[in-house]
């Protein structure tokens, strides 16, 4: 039997104000794989990944259906499959995480609202999960401002997999790091997503932040899927102009070093 | 001929987030920089983040004084309260259009500021025109407001209006990372092609070492407050010495299949 998909999107359109922002998009996860999602800026990316986390923003309407790890979250508030199901990082964990709490308290809450763990297992499992992205426990006690934007972004991934959960859903992710930290944080994804057998749909911006993590990509223009296909076929002969584009744009950013 | 900048011996501190939300703490953002630009030469600042790069050229434009040792400008020392010749001579585009330019005037204000405050001689409005086509957008769009404009059109913006005065060199803090990939690869052009067109040396601090080689010729990395590698930038990349040059090419992901 072929295990059921982690999310199955089926022609799901997103409008908000009278503008169809996502129009007619399906997209099937399956266990463990890995998506990104590329394309313009105002391609409707992060309203897809917003679907799929089931945190599509107030004055938006959906339909079609979103189904993650079996539960229907077109026309709900998404709280159900949260934690377990699915997990999200954001661009920006500056933002995502709460100021004046510690680090352990905030990795400790997911732990003991979804998985019923008591003040001292989830105190261990908070230093594991630290250790697990090479931040040292100590950090338990420290406050967000402490830390640098990469080891921000550590501990948002550290938050996001603590329930080990079936998708994670990664809005540009690295976009704020300079490249050496996105770097680190990649690898830190690759293995994470690699030990909890979660699956990933990643939007980015940057071709070699797709290519280094994701396996296959849906190209959004405009709401719609243009191309999608495996990376390594996409990238090297892309079917689309609004591809070719990106592809061209992207090698802007890499050197060329000639010996 | 004389350099454009030379740093000697500058070093900056600042405070930052200590241990508990209403305590900070020293840091050193600058450790002893010393630093040529010479004439004519245009410059990469390249490095991590927090290594400096945003504090060296907070020095470079005198908007701040170093804690010890010395930036001069065309040969003669600038400060905060003695800029000399500087304000005048540097054009300056940040990082996010959003928050540079001002949301309540009509971009053509905008443009028009730097001409009347250094009083450019010359008839501004049809100035704020050329400036406008110059960075490929209709003059008429002068009577709008920023919001009404895309990430873009607004970088666009701001690079007419650090041009405005027809600096002598055009500064960019990061002024490529807040669009978008394609937008990027215009913006980049266009600003080669202005710089080029209008002989204005560039002074570029940027993540991105492709973009960093694109339009400039030397490349100075930053690492832990101090310049540890610098030379024309297809030496550098080719024949990196320091480790955190080393660092910066291996972090380059490469876009799949060439």
């Known amino acids: 039997m072929i295990p059921a998909p982690v999310a199955d999107v089926r022609d799901v359109r997103i409008a908000a104000g009278g503008r169809t922002l996502v129009d007619g998009l399906t997209l099937t996860v399956g266990v463990g794989e890995r998506w990104g999602v590329v394309g313009p800026s105002g391609a409707g990316k992060s309203l897809t990944a917003a679907a799929v986390a089931g945190l599509l923003p107030p004055g938006t309407t959906a339909s079609g259906n979103v189904r993650v790890d079996g539960t229907e979250l077109v026309g709900t508030i998404g709280t159900a499959v949260r934690g377990r199901g699915v997990a999200l990082v954001a661009q920006d964990s500056a933002v995502a995480l709460h100021p004046l709490l510690t680090i352990g308290r905030q990795l400790a809450m997911p732990l003991r609202r979804h998985q019923g763990l008591d003040r001292a297992a989830a105190r261990d499992r908070v230093a594991e999960l630290l250790t697990d992205v090479d931040l040292p426990p100590e950090l338990a006690r420290a406050r967000p401002a402490q830390l640098s934007g990469g080891q921000r972004q550590r501990v948002a991934l550290a938050g996001a997999l603590a329930c080990r959960p079936r998708l994670l859903v990664a809005d540009e992710p690295t976009a704020a790091l300079d490249p050496p930290v996105a770097r680190a944080l990649l690898d830190h994804l690759d293995r994470s997503l690699v030990a909890s057998g979660t699956a990933l749909l990643m939007v980015t911006h940057d071709l070699g932040v797709l290519a280094a993590v994701c396996e296959r990509v849906v190209v959004l223009d405009g709401g719609r899927v243009v191309e999608s296909g495996p990376v390594a076929e996409v990238l090297a002969a892309p079917e689309h102009e609004v591809t070719r584009a990106l592809v061209d744009a992207a090698r802007l950013s890499v050197p060329e070093v000639r010996a | ?258």
Request: contains cysteine.
């Open chain 2, 1 to 258: 001929m004389t350099a454009t900048f030379v740093l000697d011996g500058v070093a900056r501190r600042y405070t930052v987030p200590g241990d508990r939300p209403w305590r900070r703490v020293p840091r050193l953002a600058l450790d002893g920089v010393d630093l040529t630009v010479p004439a004519g030469r245009d410059l990469a600042i390249v490095g991590a983040s927090g290594a400096g790069k945003s504090t060296l050229l907070r020095l470079l434009l005198a908007l701040e004084a170093p804690d010890a040792g010395t930036v001069a400008f065309r040969g003669d020392a600038v400060t905060p309260r003695a800029p000399g010749a500087l304000r005048r001579a540097v054009g300056v585009v940040a990082q996010d259009p959003g928050s540079s330019l001002d949301p309540r005037l009509p971009v053509g204000a905008s443009l028009r500021e730097p001409l009347e405050c250094l009083a450019v001689p010359g008839n501004h409005g049809a100035r704020v025109a050329e400036l406008l086509d110059a960075v490929g957008l209709d003059p008429a769009v002068a009577d709008r407001r920023p919001a009404g404009f895309s990430g873009g059109e607004r970088q666009r913006i701001a690079l007419a209006r650090a041009l405005a005065a027809r600096p002598a060199v055009l500064v960019g803090d990061e002024p490529f990372s807040a669009v978008d990939p394609t937008t990027r690869r215009r913006l980049v052009t266009l600003v080669g092609d202005l710089a080029r067109a209008s002989g204005t040396q560039l002074l570029l601090v940027t993540h991105d070492l492709g973009i960093a080689q694109r339009l400039c010729a030397d490349v100075a990395v930053l690492d832990a407050g101090r310049v540890v590698e610098t030379g024309p930038v297809d030496d550098v990349f080719a024949r990196p010495v320091a480790d955190a040059t080393r660092t910066l090419l291996d972090a380059v992901l490469p876009v799949g299949a060439r």
